[in-house]
């Protein structure tokens, strides 16, 4: 754990909307895991229940206009709201979902800082509940925080870790970015284009603008 709230390196953003579970269960995944990186938590509550609104671990209450808009709509319009209101340079955008193992942000900074035309993002050990964009690592710890097995999940990503090492990208969070650069490729679009996604479109900004997009495989983490 090096969670500060001062001198961060990066500016850790995750969403919330109803469930305080998944977001303890993934800020605890985070804080629990090893790593030198300086980081800080910007939680942001998205057209969020009223429990919600008072934990106090909330740093931005988000509301759209219409908060019976197509729920993705909102979602990238709240994660662009994070990277806008990061205090830090580095942005890592992951979803409260998400369990992380050791060293996962050392790994996410350092392929960026060895490379800044870099858009790093990490390798996913999915459970196997809908398609993988990573089906070789599939691997069930659980679905839900009373059932993970997060003993198991370390010991797991022990053995396909690949530290100081890279592959082609292939899934989009957690993402690592440098905000002055997400802006310049022109954020996230807010919603889905036509016969894409966000992510994807994304992508493929970053990538006319001469950044590539890859796996950092020494950042290993379970999505549910």
Known sequence: MSRVVRDAEVTLVVLVYRSLRWLSWCMQGVDDSLNKTRYRWLVVAND????????????????????TEFYINR???????????????????????MYPSDHWLDELMLVKRRNPMTVPTSLLVESGRLPSGMPEFVHNFGMNPDEFDAGGFRKHADTIRKRDAIDA???????????????????????????????????????????KHVTALGSVVSPE
């Open 48 to 67: 969020a229940t009223d429990e919600v609104r008072r934990d106090p671990r909330i740093d931005i209450d988000f509301r759209n206009d219409d908060p």
């Open 75 to 97: 979602v990238y319009r709240a994660w662009i709201e994070g990277v806008m209101q990061a205090p830090t340079q580095l942005v890592c955008l992951l979803n409260s979902d």
């Open 169 to 211: 990208g292939r899934l989009y969070m957690p993402i690592l970015v440098d905000r002055q650069e997400f802006i310049d490729v022109g954020r996230y679009p807010e919603g889905n284009p036509p016969g894409t996604t966000a992510e994807k479109d994304l992508m493929r900004r970053y990538a006319e603008a001469g950044f």
